[in-house]
């Protein structure tokens, strides 16, 4: 049997990063940059002032101090996105504001709460000048022309990810969208007689198709775009329908039809139309797992990741073999997902050598150690426990069991704003 390591290697040695398209900014945060971010322009682009208060030359106001002021005329007004019409003359201050350019032959800017402008206020107004009660140094309060960024500078290199603060030095630049990878359209279809769709009215001995949506959003989560091609039939003719749509994809999720079952129908048809391998993969759940590549009638060869019909192996499956493929199609590194050590509440065991992800709840004790209870029934098929589950407890290969009370490595699924904070959960 196939180690979980093993399979996922094989999975993605089918998988390189897609190409990329010129995407608008806000719709790619989380993508990979596809260029290099060059500066045209120094940012900022003149020397201006970080705070408000007086453009001073500081060789003028050498002698000043709280209780010795230095008077000078105030020679006019510069406020944010002004451009100083004329150089600051010898003994003379100008009123300037946060972000506005310094004019030239200013190398001080004063703070209001240095000079006494708010005495004058209370008097009567006059600020044609203002006394300086600080000694201020060449450079003071005043930000270099290109201090965060100078032109021709590469601000952010190619393959970066796409965060807010990337975003951000994009329109910095003045761009309005990016050069990215983009993110893989992946077709799910579902498979089995006794599927319905939600929102169709219930029919006995049915059961509503939960598969592609658990599906549908993990790959939205991770970054892809899902597409529900929708359910095939028990039949080689159905199956082919669904997938002649599925194909035009970068990649194809079937679910179900992969056991050794009568009706498993997924195995043939993508034998006969792609290869296909079948695996055995040594992992509880979802050990059984199909994998290969159709061939698309434009000659590609379109991935296809066939996952176990029971809801929970299909989520496991995916996580662990759907969401690394997504990464390398998003340029990405095929990373899993962070782990934590955890107190177990409750043991897990392992009856059959295989690595077992059983569904717990992780939190953090009075302590502040991690800790990890189950979520429920472990049955591949009890999906109830898997949506209630913060985490996977693992229970690695050939270990019988982790007993309650040790420690387990626990995969993290959703790493809650609150750092698994006790007190925002009942445990009792
Ligand atoms: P199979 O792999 O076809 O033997 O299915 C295994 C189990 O998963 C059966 O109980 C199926 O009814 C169930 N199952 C298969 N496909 C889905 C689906 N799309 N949504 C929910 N349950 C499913
Ligand atoms: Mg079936």
Redesign the pocket.
Known sequence: MLSVEDARDRILSYFEPLDSVDVPLLDAVGLTLAEDLTAGFDIPPLANSAMDGYAVKSADVASASKFNPVLLPVLGYIAAGDVPQMPLSEGSAVRIMTGAPVPEGADAVVPFEDTDEEDRRSNGGDISEIGIRLDAESGDNIRPAGEDVRAGQTVIEYGAEITAGVVGVAASLGKTSVQAIRRPVIAIV???D??MEPGERREPGK?Y????YSIAALVEKYGGIARIIGIARDSIESLETMLEEAVENDMVVT?????K?DY?VVKDVLSKNGEIALWSVRMRPAKPLAFGALNAPDGRKVPHLGV????VSAMVAFEQFGRPAIRVMLGKAPLQKPTITATLDDPVYNHDGRRVYARVDVYKDDAGNYRARSTGNQSS?ALHSMALARGFAICPDDVASVPAGTDAVVEILEWPDDDLLSDRIDHS
């Open positions: 579902s498979t089995g006794e599927l059961i198709n939960s598969n592609a679910s179900a039809g992969v056991s079952g498993d176990p019909g029971n809801p098929g």
